[in-house]
């Protein structure tokens, strides 16, 4: 079983602006299991995407500790795939060539890199664009190419920081139903940071919420899946545990 545990993790940044020491995480722990969809959710500043920046192994941790697979975290890894707000895509590599890019990093042949990648894009829903370029693709397929990207490295954990925050709110709706399919089919393990509370609710099977650096508390999502919009939307638990997780982000 391929757990992420978080145990009383901290960070504290140097603010050259103040000329003091901020700190930005305090005493986090938490667990996500294998094949689990966990959201974190919190206000501007509460230390979500510090959070996920040290698990992702781009910064250090000031104190605790952070282990994958009982083994601790020690800079970026494959293991850990990252999707972004912003999908860094390799301009000049077409859809196929920019999802086949982890395969080939790890030497795979490029027959095996191509059909690994046409895997994940056919899943994103893309194999019409695997030739084209990311400035000819819209914003919400690029996100779709970073998602597979990602996937196709076949990493333990799926971390994402608010991966649909900069796409129109239709396509948003879109992306998340996408990604819930996506989840249910291969049943990746995803840590999912984002300030949106339906979305997280919409997503996760768990929600913790951030505030002030810490964790201020866990609230299960037991909604029923496949999720759809069109079904939930109006649905009342859905809106209950809705309330119920933003009453807590507004207390932060
Ligand atoms: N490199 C840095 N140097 C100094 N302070 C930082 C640095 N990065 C983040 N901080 C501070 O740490 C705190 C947490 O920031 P972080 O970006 O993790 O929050 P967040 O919850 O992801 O916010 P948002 O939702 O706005 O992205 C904030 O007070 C921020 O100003």
Redesign the pocket.
Known sequence: MKTLAIKNLSKT???AYQGAH?T?VRDVSLNVNQGEFVAVV?P????????LNMIAGFIPNSGGEILLDGRAVSGPGPERGVVFQSHALFPWKTVLDNVGFGPKMRGKPKAECDTIAREYIALAGLSHAEDRYPNELSGGMQQRVGVARALANHPDILLMDEPFASVDAQTRMTLQEELTRIWQERRPTILF?T?DVPEAVFLADRVIV?SK?TVLDEIVIDLPRPRVWDDLIEDDAFKTLSARVLQKVRSA
């Open positions: 940044y140097f603010d901020v930005a919190g501007s500043g509460c230390g979500k995407t510090t959070v940071i300030h951030l650096g």
